[in-house]
T-cell receptor, first 116, second 115 residues
């Protein structure tokens, strides 16, 4: 069975600084997807970034980038130039590739606070 | 183009009552996923449906829980004879295809409180 571990329950960062959120996972699959989702106080789950395991290049979306280390089964999220609106819970998630599996496996989340 | 709509946003039920949670997917989406979020936890997958079919219900409790996605109308998650442990936020997501190939969009969730 796949598991996703986020070892930082809470983190804080000063506005405009950079912060890195950690995520490790365990799987015997070779091909899969990894995601970071943001959940602000409104509870809406918002996709931040997605990585396909067969792609070597780390995904990037504006101020958000990942460091994907497949051998180490590590998938960290870097937020550059942090903004107050980045304050939220951040969830790392895993999904198998192929078949009829539609389910994401989530970590327990990291609560990020951006301070002015 | 409205997003994924869930209603109600908040639902209070007494122990033993039934809870019905509704999810209208985004226009053009035929794949629906239900997740449950307990306090201080990540989301846990419950069930994956396409129109009129259950594709994967590996995360659904064996008793009291059921889900449907009829040809017309919203997807319904039904919890019979609710207990305190069912109190959680229930999220629905939808996608145009299997969500590994395309983004799944989440609704804002229904917070169920069992008293």
């Amino acid at each position: 069975a796949q598991t996703v571990t986020q070892s930082q329950p809470e983190m804080s960062v000063q506005e405009a600084e950079t912060v890195t959120l950690s995520c490790t996972y365990d799987t015997s699959e070779n091909n899969y997807y990894l995601f970071w989702y943001k959940q602000p106080p409104s509870r809406q789950m918002i996709l931040v970034i997605r990585q396909e395991a067969y792609k070597q290049q780390n995904a990037t979306e504006n101020r958000f980038s990942v460091n994907f280390q497949k051998a180490a089964k590590s998938f960290s999220l870097k937020i550059s130039d942090s903004q107050l609106g980045d304050t939220a819970m951040y969830f790392c998630a895993f999904m198998k590739h192929g078949g009829s599996q539609g389910n994401l496996i989530f970590g327990k989340g990291t609560k990020l606070s951006v301070k002015p | 183009n409205a997003g994924v709509m869930q209603n109600p946003r908040h639902l209070v039920r007494r122990r033993g009552q039934e809870a019905r949670l509704r999810c209208s997917p985004m226009k053009g989406h035929s794949h629906v996923y239900w997740y449950r979020q307990l306090p201080e936890e990540g989301l846990k997958f419950m069930v994956y449906l396409q129109k009129e079919n259950i594709i994967d219900e590996s995360g659904m409790p064996k008793e009291r829980f059921s889900a449907e996605f009829p040809k017309e109308g919203p997807s319904i998650l039904r919890i019979q004879q609710v207990v305190r442990g069912d109190s959680a936020a229930y999220f629905c997501a939808s996608s145009a295809a299997w969500q590994g190939n395309t983004e799944a969009f989440f609704g804002q969730g229904t917070r169920l409180t069992v008293v």
